[in-house]
């Protein structure tokens, strides 16, 4: 936790759950398409499904999906500049059986045909937690440098994985693993400390059985 | 960083011989590896947006978004020059608390503190402050980091989410948050800010969090003044020496439990309360047209 999490963040209203939390969101979505969509399907659940029209958490979604931060004004336009870039999106409401009351899903499609899809919840005060991303349960708070690894379930993987964070001089501050099945895809959630270079990401890309790797960096 | 609890935070700042802003500030600055400087400048930059929605919100013609709200923050300041019946600064600090509230629900530019819907609190309370006793910028913006360490611990312990805890969880925070920052700012110690903390906390227990429409604005603008009057009331009675029955963390672990408990219809969903009034329900209908 950092004391600008709570006294901030500096963002446009009226609710820093439903408003800036959605743009934070809709920002991760942003960053683990790595460009701006052309499509987009977003489902709310809970609270957010209830009350979504008065807190502008449409708005908010889109412009967090178009890469805006919590204190840019044109949040209050934002149907409108997503039209404008050529954004087609449909908004719609939803049943996640458990999920938090604040929960949306969304899907992107890219320009490069690039998709991605993931789950986050409004946790309060702008603060979020990403719960899945394409399908794997994940559970980071983008309060740090986020790695995304995902790689094929082989022996040696994580250590080898681990062993390039370490000689990049990153610590580690949490790592999950999920792996649904034995010998197939996982993704390793991987929070540090620090800054991280454009160059640690390509090195950790380069190791055997390494898919993809996405940096999240800290909001 | 964490702080786990108020006890802690009492305990590290009479060992460390720090006021707990001090602390929080040292603490913080630790943790991002940077220098307590450029901590320092970004909490100062969170006055000067307070300062700048306090301005903004205060002018004659402000209205929100759903057409709901808007212009009584102006009242208020009008009301407050007359003096009204505690004083000028008393109605200058409820002012304060009006005024960022409206320009929050315009979907103006706020620090959530901790979040939008309780952001009129810490302006109502600290800033006015300052001005009242001309004090300079710098204690201000401490008193932002004193704040900020107490809505962390209710964080941590319980939450700051209206759709989790109710109101008691955004305002009951902010205020707790704003008593504890006054009692620094006048001079009392850490145990005295921890005192107003709780005594702030205990007088909106199980406050609901029942928006009509769904918006922040009914009733969230009014009880954010009020939540700035509890503060000043708590601060007060503390620095008087007055101490909480309930320590601050057992009052916490209250608010936790309470919250839990609460059904989904008072947790921000817009279907129990004041959202289902009569005029609640109206008041939708107009807006929203469903």
């Known amino acids: ?219 | 960083m964490e702080f786990d609890s108020i006890q802690q935070l009492l305990t590290m700042a009479e060992k460390e011989k720090l006021t707990i802003s001090e602390l929080t500030l040292q603490t913080q600055a630790q943790q991002c590896e940077c220098s307590e400087e450029e901590i320092y400048d970004q909490m100062a930059e969170n006055l000067h947006v307070m300062l700048e929605a306090i301005k903004n919100g205060s002018v004659k013609d402000i209205k929100s978004t759903s057409g709901l709200t808007g212009g009584d923050g102006w009242r208020m300041s009008q009301y407050a020059k007359k003096k009204g019946i505690l004083g000028e600064f008393f109605n200058r600090s409820i002012t304060y608390a009006i005024a960022v509230s409206e320009y929050n629900a315009a979907m103006g530019k706020i620090v959530a503190s901790p979040t939008a819907g309780s952001c009129g609190i810490l302006p109502g309370t600290i800033i006015s402050m300052m001005e009242e006793r001309k004090l300079p910028e710098k204690s201000a913006v401490m008193a932002l980091f004193t704040a900020g360490a107490f809505g962390m611990v209710i964080a941590k312990n319980a939450s700051l989410a209206g759709a989790e805890g109710g109101c008691q969880a955004e305002c009951g925070s902010a205020s707790a948050m704003g008593a504890a920052a006054l009692v620094e700012m006048a001079g009392g110690t850490p145990e005295m800010s921890a005192n107003a903390c709780a005594i702030a906390l205990k007088n909106q227990l199980g406050l609901v969090c029942d928006p009509v429409a769904g918006l922040v604005e009914v009733p969230c603008i009014k009880r954010n003044a009020a939540g700035v009057s509890i503060a000043f009331t708590a601060a007060e009675m503390a620095l008087a020496g007055i101490k909480s029955v309930i320590p601050a963390d057992e009052v916490i672990e209250a608010m936790r439990q309470i919250g839990e408990t609460m059904p989904c219809a008072l947790r921000e969903t817009g279907q129990g309360g004041l959202a289902v009034s009569a005029t609640g329900i109206r008041l939708k209908k107009e807006i929203f047209g469903d």
């Open chain 1, 1 to 219: 936790m950092d004391i600008f999490d709570i006294i901030g963040p500096v963002m446009i209203g009226p609710s820093s759950s439903h408003t800036a939390g959605a743009v934070r969101i809709g920002r991760i979505a942003y960053k683990l398409l790595n460009e701006l969509p052309i499509r987009a399907e977003i489902g709310l659940c809970g609270s957010f499904a209830q009350t979504y029209k008065g807190h502008g958490t449409d708005k908010a979604l889109l412009a967090g999906i178009m890469n805006m931060h919590t204190d840019d004004i044109r949040i209050r336009n934002a149907q409108e500049v997503a039209k404008s870039m050529g954004i087609q999106y449909h908004l719609y409401t939803t049943q996640i059986k458990g999920a938090h009351p604040n929960t949306v899903e969304i899907y992107l499609v890219g320009k490069s045909g690039n998709e991605c899809r993931m789950q986050g919840a409004s946790v309060g005060g702008g603060n979020i937690e990403i719960r899945s991303v394409n399908g794997m349960e994940v559970e980071f708070k983008a309060q740090q440098n986020t790695l995304l690894v995902l790689h094929r379930d082989v022996k040696g993987t994580i250590a080898a994985v681990s062993n390039s964070v370490a000689a990049s001089g990153m610590n580690i501050g949490n790592f999950q693993l999920c792996r649904p099945k034995k010998g197939h895809e996982g993704l390793m959630t991987i929070e540090v400390d620090g800054d991280v270079k454009e160059e640690d990401v390509i090195k950790l890309k380069s190791l055997p059985n390494v898919i993809n790797v996405v940096l999240v960096r800290a909001l």
